[in-house]
């Protein structure tokens, strides 16, 4: 097997590492949060991709050529991300899966537009960053705006005679993810009870606990991060209520569980069907875990990115961004989360959003009806 390229890049080590990377015919990276409070985010990202590249070479590489693969640190930070984009371009990087934050993806998407470099986010579920980004901007995973109306949808259905709250963290996902649920509900007639916005990174909520609790809420729907959800409904819990908590994509990771325990249970999210259902995964997930890993959440999905960008390129006879997304745009891939293709703006045309429950310390698909 061809030993696999993997450089993790910090904001102060990609100058060093530079002369090193240049010396590959085909860079590619990926960026999220390696460190910090979403780092789970990061490793699940740098997990797949690794595992991608590996897989690659092994099989000759990418037009003949050996695949090294960067991963840089953004920590969920705009300007971070921008400097390691800029930093990725320093580097010779022509195709960027990544990043993971919205609120990162979206500013670090200009300097790839810029400098001609592809990126497939697999995560990033912001419109905006398909609305406003460039030709060279996708994404393998759905967008706010469908998530937020099977969001709505539920919250008709089973709460619509309760009080419900709005809360999200301030940032491109959080807000995103909040403000397209609050819309689509409203648009069908029914208002929430409070909406508020928070502030991430805290570990005390007891005053939004508080506020919750003043005005009797029966359900509560977090625009935001496993991190300061989970915070939120120990501190419910604590407080004596039982009020139900609703999420998104972003509590996907175990992470949830080891703050809330089981002040956790029955808290539902919303996410794609899990890849590692998938009969297209099946080989990929015994790999992982057999290496130990448990490839959740966005671990395959940016191993989807990194085959999506490959066949293209396969398929143009060339790395160079303009035929590659032509291609992009022409073809149907098949990934380990299924097949995929791409529409004008570079959304996939096969979203799909679900319910998942936590319950004894994991989370599960609910049976759809």
Avoid at 150 to 172: F, G, M, P, Q
Avoid at 213 to 242: C, F, P, S, W
């Amino acid at each position: 097997m061809t030993k696999l390229k993997s450089v993790l890049l910090g904001s102060a080590a990609l100058v060093a590492l530079g002369a090193g990377a240049a010396q590959a015919e085909i860079v590619i990276a990926t960026a999220g949060p390696m460190t910090g409070q979403y780092a789970s985010f990061g490793e699940q990202m740098k997990n797949g991709a690794e595992m991608a590249v590996a897989d690659l070479n092994a099989a000759g590489g990418l037009l003949g050529e050996e695949v090294t693969l960067l991963v840089g640190d953004d920590a969920c930070d705009p300007r971070q991300a921008v400097s390691v984009a800029n930093q990725m371009v320093n580097d010779g990087v022509i195709f960027m899966a990544g990043h993971f934050c919205s609120g990162s993806s979206i500013p670090a998407s200009q300097v790839y537009t810029e400098e001609g470099i592809l990126q497939i986010s697999p995560a990033s579920t912001n419109p905006a960053l398909t609305d406003e980004g460039g030709e060279n901007v996708f994404r393998v995973c759905g967008r706010d705006d469908q998530q937020g109306a099977i969001a709505a949808t539920h919250l008709l259905d089973a709460y619509s005679d309760a009080n419900i709250a709005i809360v999200h963290d301030k940032t491109a996902y959080g807000q995103g993810l909040a403000d397209a649920t609050r819309l689509s509900l409203n648009e069908a007639g029914l208002e929430e009870t409070l909406y508020e916005a928070y502030t991430a990174g805290e570990s005390d909520y007891s005053a939004l606990v508080s506020l919750l609790k003043e005005n009797a809420i029966d359900v509560l729907y977090v625009g935001g991060y496993h991190t300061e959800a989970g915070l939120m409904v120990r501190q419910m819990r604590e407080q004596g209520m039982d009020t139900q908590l609703i999420s998104g994509d972003a509590l996907v990771t175990d992470e949830f569980w080891s703050i809330t325990g089981d002040a956790g249970e029955g808290t539902l999210m919303t996410f794609g069907p899990d890849p590692r259902n998938m009969a297209t995964a099946a080989d990929l997930v015994d790999r992982f875990r057999e290496a130990g890993i448990e490839p959740e959440g966005y671990t395959l999905y940016t191993y989807a990115a990194i085959q999506v960008f490959v066949q293209a390129a396969e398929a143009a006879g060339t790395t160079d961004l303009e035929p590659v997304v032509e291609a992009m745009h022409s073809m149907t891939f098949d990934t380990v989360i299924g097949e995929l293709s791409f529409d004008d703006k570079g959304d996939v045309e096969q979203p799909a959003y679900v319910w998942y429950e936590w319950s004894g310390g994991s989370y599960a698909e609910l049976p759809t009806n």
